[in-house]
């Protein structure tokens, strides 16, 4: 999900109704880029991949019958907003499924070892994005920071900037001054914006942004295990050793089954 293409997704779409091909291929990579956003911040990554890919595939087979440039956002958000619907709709409440963008690693756990250091900040996330909290409860841990929603956003990007640095994870966007017009991020990833109507307005308004659109994909699967709440420091050692004896596990089956094929290889040359 990179792209360095400064033209508007409305300029990409009129370019390509003239005959630009090239223009065409960025555009429909950047309407997969936010779909893909739009799927896993709602769904997660492998729950929001059947809709994402469908809605790829259609915007591919539909968007030859769009003509004006302005119809273009609003039925392209379209598909994927039917397909999500179909599935069910709505965010997943919790979930702590590694992916490339947690280095593979289990985003709550990686959130717990940020607490550590930034214990203010991820307590601010974890009331924020947790179903539940109250505004009161929220401002007030907010105001160190700048307030709602702006000491949010400024925690987030905080958190992700340790996270990368102290832990390796491959985050791409951690500005160290947040762009004001992104204040309303968080309530977008916790799923607390006011209407449906705003949230189908944020939604359109991230294709214009690519740039936005990582932000949110990368860090979709934290803000998943953020919506579910964070283990306390003992339930997260726990839940490691676990981890840890399971792998152990899984590694002696693989050992045996590896030596069983090779005592098979073997016979075959009558050893």
């Known amino acids: 999900m990179s792209e360095t293409d400064t033209r508007t997704t409305k ?3 009129r370019e390509w109704r003239a005959g630009d091909s090239q223009a065409g291929q ?21 729950g929001g991949a059947p809709a994402c890919e469908q809605a790829c595939a259609k915007f591919g087979e539909g968007v030859v019958e769009i003509t004006e440039s302005r119809e273009l956002v609003p039925w392209a958000h379209g598909v994927v907003s039917k397909l999500l619907s179909a599935g069910g709709g709505g965010r997943i409440t919790d ?17 717990v070892k940020a607490r550590s250091a930034l214990p203010q900040e991820v307590k601010l996330l974890e009331v924020a994005y947790r179903h539940g909290s109250s505004s009161d409860e929220v401002d007030a841990l907010a105001a160190p920071l700048g307030g709602n929603p702006l000491g949010i ?4 990007y905080l958190v992700k900037a340790w996270m ?5 994870v491959p985050f791409d966007v951690t500005p160290d001054k947040p762009v004001l017009d992104r204040a309303p991020l968080p309530l977008y990833e916790s799923g607390k914006m006011e209407s449906p109507d705003e949230e189908v307005s944020f939604e359109h308004w991230m294709i214009s942004d690519i740039d936005l659109c990582r932000d949110i994909a990368e860090f979709a699967h934290f803000a ?11 339930e997260a050692q726990a839940q490691a050793a676990q981890r840890t004896a399971q792998s152990e596990i899984v590694d002696s089956a693989q050992l045996e089954q590896n030596q069983g094929c090779m005592a098979k290889i073997m016979a075959m040359f009558g050893s």
């Open 11 to 13: 300029v990409l779409f």
């Open 26 to 46: 960025i555009m429909a990579q950047r309407f997969a880029d936010w779909y893909y956003a739009i799927a896993t911040s709602r769904l997660g990554e492998a």
């Open 95 to 111: 979930g702590d499924e590694p992916n490339a963008y947690t280095g593979n690693q289990q985003p709550k756990a990686l959130l």
């Open 153 to 156: 956003l400024k925690a987030r």
């Open 164 to 168: 990368k640095n102290n832990l390796g």
């Open 224 to 234: 998943i295990a953020l919506r579910g709440g964070l283990p306390s420091d003992a």
